[in-house]
């Protein structure tokens, strides 16, 4: 297993240090190990974090926050962050305030309650998190779910956006941002194709990259589910991603083929029934994939005949799906590439069993894992064990992150580099 240093993963002792997985849906991982926290604020106008929880107790005992409130917002950001710790703070009517996302993993129960300062209309909510994380979140006010009003960032989600909360030692990619002499790539619109496997029409859009030239052959190809979600540049950014990577010359030339999981007039998402292999033997959608995509397109675009050149990327179902693909078409998928694979999802438990059980597998693999995802992680370690004892040339990446596509999008340029990598030919 190949691990390459970057600044946005977090290492294995941090990770132990800070918290157990298993605390994380208790919204605290204070443990005896924890760091200690730092003196001096991070982020916001509190200089020390015992001046933050002096304001407060003064706050809570007098019932006037209209001077703390106003500190609070000149920060421009939430949350008010102290290395490991982070506050959060709500202002307005409402009887019970909670602030619920991937450190939570989305649950109520009783994690992410805020409390409120003496009897204000001021609420605060302290967590104990990762430094280097970065999270999605809403604030839910009686049951009301909200974008946070003092926080300025936000990531798109597969249910629309959600507020962002970076800590102090997160870094952004520095792919996810076009600069404005980035070359861009060639990028079709939506192409059809009516597939007999799966008897409705499905729509792609092919991207090759900028400054091809017309006799291209034989070009390196990956394949991506939910490809909808990926080219967005508010959601997977991924078309940005490659042409930043060409821009910086990281990657030698590939065609990528993106597959759009909704139906005609975007009324369902069929992503479900497509990358859900209901059995080792049964998945309409790969043979789709094997038998009718991949040979519709290279009749279309240089793409390459060799599958030693050819990948397949997805997250979460398509992470699973990806896996299937790597145990089942193997001849025609050498490059596998798995963001946060749903292997907890019953009706296809099969494929990690099987993966456990497997003598062989495609041998490169990129596969990572935002240790917030509480019900992935331990699938996705069992899974880079396994693949390490194959001999398989694996990239594993263990995130402080949830399951995003602000997490997903940030590590493309890991997983592109590892499979498409000049310094690979």
Known sequence: MRLVPVARRIDASTRRAVCVLATLLAGACQTPTSPPLSAEATTGPFVRRSDLEAALERAGATNEVDALWQRIRAAGTMPIAFDDTAY???RGPGEEVRWLGDHTDWQRGWNGRGVRVGETDLWRYTASLMPASRLDYKIVVDGDWRL???????????????????MPGWRASPYVTRGPSTPRGRFTDDLTLVSRHLGYAV???VYLPPGLPDDAKELPTLFVTDGSDYWRDEMGAMVIVLDRLYEEEKIAPIAVVFIDPWNDDRSKNRRRDELVPKSPTECPYCDFIVEEL????????????????????????????ATHMGLTHGDAFDLIGIQSAAYQVPEALHVHERLMAAERFPSKVFLNVGLYEVRFVWHSDRAAEKLRALGVDLVYVQA???????HWRAYL???LIHFFGVQAE
Do not use: C, Q
């Open 88 to 90: 959060f703070f709500y």
């Open 148 to 166: 946070d009003p003092n926080n300025p960032h936000t990531m798109v989600g597969g249910f629309g956006p959600n507020s962002e909360a970076r």
């Open 203 to 205: 729509r792609y859009r």
């Open 294 to 321: 991949i040979p519709i397109v290279g009749r279309t675009y240089p793409t390459t005949t060799d599958p030693k050149k050819r990948g397949i990327l997805g997250t979460s179902l398509g992470g699973l799906h």
């Open 400 to 406: 402080p992150e949830g399951h995003s596509w602000g």
């Open 413 to 415: 340029d890991e997983a």
